[in-house]
């Protein structure tokens, strides 16, 4: 019964990666607006979507002549690049250097939220602090005022 379970599991296990394959293998065929919208006209440095330099037209040209020949969006990619340099893509790649640009920004985010969630209670520690002490008592009142507050106070009561 035990060796049953084993073996069955054994092959599934082997059937898991072959099954796998062909969908893994099968890329989604790129699109020309997902492709234009991920890349920069090199020579006015715009969106390509936007750009209407003859230029950017090339490069349109060269994206739609990649699509037909069937390639995904990943070669295209590079096909891209290494036509027209990494200058080409709206986004850089991440690594290398270029790996700061998306771990920077949250990483500040991460370390902005802890300041303040460490400094605000001590913020507020140090609020209650100074309301809870009572007001230090003074130096005695000159006679001169100690009468005339007295005179002001009866004259409310």
């Not at 092959?11 to 394959?21: D, E, N, R, S, T």
């Not at 700061?100 to 920004?105: H, M, N």
């Not at 500040?108 to 209670?121: M, N, Q, S």
Request: charged share 20%.
């Amino acid at each position: 019964m035990i060796r049953a379970a084993a073996a069955m599991a054994s092959a599934i296990l082997l059937l898991v990666p072959l099954l796998a394959a062909p969908s893994a293998q099968a890329a989604p065929h790129a699109s020309f607006s997902q492709i234009e919208g991920d890349m920069m006209c090199v020579v006015c440095h715009e969106p390509l979507v936007e750009a209407n330099s003859p230029e950017a037209v090339d490069e349109r040209n060269y994206i739609r002549a990649l699509i037909a020949k069937g390639e995904d969006k990943r070669q295209i990619e590079s096909a891209m690049v290494a036509a027209y340099g990494p200058a080409v893509l709206a986004l850089p790649p991440a690594h290398g250097f270029n790996l700061l640009v998306y771990v920077v920004p949250p990483l500040l985010v991460v370390v902005g939220i802890t300041v303040v969630l460490v400094t605000l209670p001590r913020w507020r520690g140090r609020r209650r602090a100074a309301a809870a002490q009572p007001i230090a008592a003074g130096a005695a009142l000159d006679p001169a005022d100690a009468r005339r507050l007295d005179e002001d106070l009866s004259r409310f009561a």
